[in-house]
Structures are given as C-alpha cells and as structure tokens.
C-alpha cells in the first residue's frame, strides 16, 4: 500500500485549500512545495522591519452565509483570520473622464448607487446586477454536481464580458465604469469570458475585505490545520516527475531524486508544468500536451509598494481605479494596530512578458542596470497617475521597491511570471477552461489556471478536485452549501 493516500503537487492557496479538506476527511496527504515556504502569491515579504503583500489585496464573498465563508469554515480557518471589512459606499473607486464611482457592497446597494448617477440607465444597472449575482452562483452550483459546466455555465463562458455589459447599458462612461476593475481579473475585450468578470465581481460586490494581519494569515491557518490533522508539508521538495502505471498515477519523483509513492496526485501548479512532469506513456496524447502549453497566459503584474513615513498619510479603506492607457490600480494595506496612517500602499498595472523578455534569462537580485532604470521609469509614471488622485501621496513615500513578473516567475514558478494562469477565452472555452480530472486516472488538476483565479476561482478549484475524492454530495453537505 502507498504511503501516501494524496501527494500534492504545490503549497499555494490550492495546493493548502485541498490539503487542509483531504487530511481532515481522513486522507493520509503530503504536500511537496519547491519554495522554502508555503503561500505561492500569499508570500509576504518584509522591509525596514515591515511585513509587505506581496499580491492578494482583498478578497469578497466572506460574510456568513457567503461562499467563502462557508469553504473556510468547513476547511476549519475562519476563526483565524482578522478581516476587515472595506469601505461598504465603495469598495472599490472607478476614476475616469475627471470623475469617481463608487462600486458599493451589496447588490441593491450598487444599483442604487450606480443609478444615482446614471438615472438614464437605471433598468440596465439592476438587470446587469441580477445576471452578475446569478452567474456568480453557477460556481456553488458546479461543487454541488460534482464539476462541469451547466448549460448557464456553458453559456457563461461562451459569452464576451464586454458584449454582455454592452447588452445592458448603452451609456460609454458606465461601461467603462461596470469593466473599470478588470485588472483584477486580468480583463482583455477581446477574449475575456462574462462568466470571469462575474465571478470576481459578484464576489467582491456580496462583500469586499482585507486581510488584517496580511494575506498569509490565510495561507498560514490552512497550513496550520494540515499538520493537526496529521498532514505533511515538505518545502524546498520541487516534484520533477509524476510517475504512472498503466495509465494510472502510482506517485513522484522529487528534483532530489527521492520517489514517492500514492494513490493519488493533485497538481495545482500551471498545467503546462505538470504536462512537462509526465512521460509519453502516462496517455497524454502529444496533441493534448501541444494544445495545452500553446494556450496563453494571462497578463503579468507590475507592483510599486510604497513604505509610507509614519502619520503622513490617511489610510483609505477602499481600492482606486485609475483608468487610461494602461489601468493604474491602488490599494492600502491595514496598518497594524488599526492606526489611521498608511503605512503600506501598493500601486498595480498589468505588464505583458514582452515588456521583461530581455531580462528572462537572469533571476531577481541579478540584473542588470538597466531592469532598475526601467522598473523606475514605470513607477515614476505610476505615481504621476497616482499623485492625480491622491494629492500629497509622493511627498509621504519614506521608501518604494517593485516586482515585475520575472520575481513573480522566480519566487512561484509561474510560466512568464502570469499573475492569473491560462487566459480564459469565451472564443475558446472548452479548451482554456481545462477540466479537474484528467485522461490519467487519480490524477486530478487544481489552482488559477483551472476555472478562475483569485481567492474566489481558486478555492472553487480545489473544492473541485476533493470532490472527486471525497464525492460532491458528502462535500456540499459538509459545507452545507
Ligand atoms: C500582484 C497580484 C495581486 C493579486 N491580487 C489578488 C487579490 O487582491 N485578490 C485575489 O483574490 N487574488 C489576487 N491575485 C491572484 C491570486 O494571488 C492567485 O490567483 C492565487 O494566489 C493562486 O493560487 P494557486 O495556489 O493557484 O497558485 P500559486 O500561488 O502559484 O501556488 C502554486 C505553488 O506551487 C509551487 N510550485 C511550482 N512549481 C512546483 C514544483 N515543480 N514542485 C513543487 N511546487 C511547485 C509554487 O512555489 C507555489 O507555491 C493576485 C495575484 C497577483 C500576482
């Protein structure tokens, strides 16, 4: 008999979500992560004696009786986490064409909002509200079946997000309103499926919060809980190969050479890595494997974090949207001891590898003079924007650092450093939303790159993939969803 029930491939949210929901339901589970800690993008790191995040900024749905609530409660980690509820007028701040809207919490209280002022699209507002708050669902709905998409699901993401908020409102400054947060979910015209724009924004619309101690404090309960259920973590353990039998998962073989053995595997890292970890006889067709690692990322991120001097700058409890060539995104970080000030504020905007490629063949710490000038040339830019609607914010910068996708890249081993995983294309949905199990029997694929990203897409990932272990109706009972 193995001596592994479950090997995990991967100590980010996915790789912990399911370690912490498998080793309480008994299951004897090893994770093997090839960074020296757990949390993937929920690794803080620390300046001047400050813990900074380095991505997760807020995260929605977590009221009781909401669906992150009860996936947290159920993995055993509410209790653990200090949040903070944001600004509920305005969680998030959409500032374009010399204007601000606020996106509150709460869906009557969007439509209100967003009516006031646009009182000639008031039916569109209310109708794209009551499609984003059932499309939402579907996700609750794909855990209670077990996976697959509904035929509201199919619909969903066959569906441009841009087409569909078009359908409901007509007016150009509200449509760049209602898509005015797509960093977040890493929005493209083109190719982004309604069903990620709802998914991301109904959660944060339901209820929107921050982290209060930082975003590990997630990472870190859910690690916590996989060790008192008896549950083994191995950092610095990056798993090379995945070993098959007869079509059939029988463990790994570490980058040291150590193999493994188990009766399942769940890989949550990029599927074009774990493409790479199986050999020609696993039955992954070559076609498969080509189709798969041809499929685009979506965007990397560019992150300026500000260490702000003490007292100098209000603390603002809402995120601001700066629209324009390139969507500037800033978020404050809570302050320890609930302080008033600032003492952290994170300026976002997307950056595609192209704009890092020269520097892909050199890691962090090593580059050249010439990766700084551009990282300040970027920031320099990113302020000015910043500066526009947060007068004085320059003057209270005690000092700023940057990550480009190639940190993101070296510290998670994320293909091109992609912040969100496979792009997901309405134009394409059945091959960019890449199903939970796989042609290799117990070999199951979780994280970003499967469904959606972020705390919200993720979680419902993993919820996924323990499913196929622990059955969908026992899940949803235990989760009483
Ligand atoms: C700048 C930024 C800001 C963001 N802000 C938000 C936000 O505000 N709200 C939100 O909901 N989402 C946000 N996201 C998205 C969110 O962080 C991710 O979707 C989520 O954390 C992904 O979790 P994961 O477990 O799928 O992947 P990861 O976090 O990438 O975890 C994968 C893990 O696998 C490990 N690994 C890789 N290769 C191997 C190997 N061969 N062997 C063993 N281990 C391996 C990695 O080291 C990593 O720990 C943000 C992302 C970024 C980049």
């Not at 620390?46 to 009860?70: N, P, T």
């Not at 969680?91 to 204007?99: A, H, K, P």
């Not at 995104?329 to 704009?355: C, G, H, K, W, Y």
Request: with cysteine.
């Amino acid at each position: 008999m193995a001596k592994y029930d479950v090997i995990i491939i991967g100590a980010g949210l996915s790789g912990l979500e399911c370690g912490a929901v498998l080793s309480a339901e008994g299951r004897r589970v090893l994770l093997m992560e090839q960074g020296e800690v757990s949390g993937g993008f929920f690794q803080p790191f620390r300046r001047r004696g400050v813990k900074i995040d380095s991505s997760v900024h807020y995260a929605g749905s977590l009221d009781k009786g909401q669906f992150l609530h009860s996936a947290f409660t159920y993995m055993g980690v509410m209790d653990k986490l200090k949040l903070v509820r944001m600004n509920s007028r305005g969680f998030d701040v959409i500032c374009t064409d010399g204007e601000s809207y606020d996106l509150p919490i709460g869906h009557e209280q969007f439509v209100e909002s967003l009516s006031a002022r646009f009182p000639h699209e008031a039916k569109g507002i209310r109708d794209y509200s009551a499609e984003l708050h059932r499309t939402g669902g579907l996700s609750i709905q794909s855990i209670r079946s077990g996976g697959g998409f509904s035929p509201d699901g199919i619909d969903a993401i066959s569906t441009s997000a841009y087409d569909k908020i078009a359908s409901f409102v007509q007016d150009p400054v509200l449509r760049r309103v209602l898509a005015g947060n797509s960093i977040i979910y890493g929005g493209i015209k083109e190719v982004t499926p309604f069903y990620v724009h709802a998914i991301s924004n109904n959660s944060y619309i339901e209820s929107s919060y921050r982290f209060a101690d930082g975003a590990d404090t997630l990472t870190t309960a859910l690690e916590q809980k996989i060790i008192d259920n008896g549950g083994e973590i191995r950092f610095s353990s990056g798993v090379k190969s995945i070993i098959t039998s007869n079509g059939e998962v029988c463990g790994v073989l570490s980058e040291s050479g150590e193999i493994t053995e188990s009766e399942w595997v769940i890989s949550t890292i990029h599927p074009s890595l774990t493409l790479e970890m199986l050999n020609i006889d696993s039955g992954i067709k070559n076609s498969y494997r080509e189709r798969i690692t041809a499929l685009r990322n979506s965007c990397g991120l560019f992150c300026l974090y500000l260490l702000m001097k003490p007292g100098s700058y209000p603390y603002r409890n809402e995120n601001y949207h700066i629209l324009g060539e390139k969507n500037v995104m800033v978020s404050f970080q809570p302050p320890v001891n609930e302080s008033a000030f600032a003492e952290v504020v994170t300026l976002i905007r997307q950056m595609d590898f192209s704009e890092v490629e020269q520097w892909s063949e050199s890691y962090t710490g090593k580059r050249d003079s010439r990766y700084s000038e551009f990282k300040e040339k970027i920031s320099e830019e990113m302020m000015e924007r910043a500066e526009q609607i947060l007068p004085g914010l320059r003057e209270a910068v005690k000092a700023r650092y940057s990550a480009t996708p190639l940190t993101f890249r070296d510290y998670v081993n994320t293909p091109q450093g992609t912040a969100y995983g496979i792009m997901k294309n309405y134009n394409a949905p059945l091959s960019t939303f890449i199903p939970v199990k796989t042609r290799v029997k117990n070999l199951l694929l979780a994280g970003q790159s499967i469904n959606v990203h972020g705390v919200m897409g993720v979680t419902v990932t993993s919820l996924l993939a323990c499913c196929e272990i622990i059955g969908p109706e026992y899940l949803s009972e235990k989760m009483m969803i």
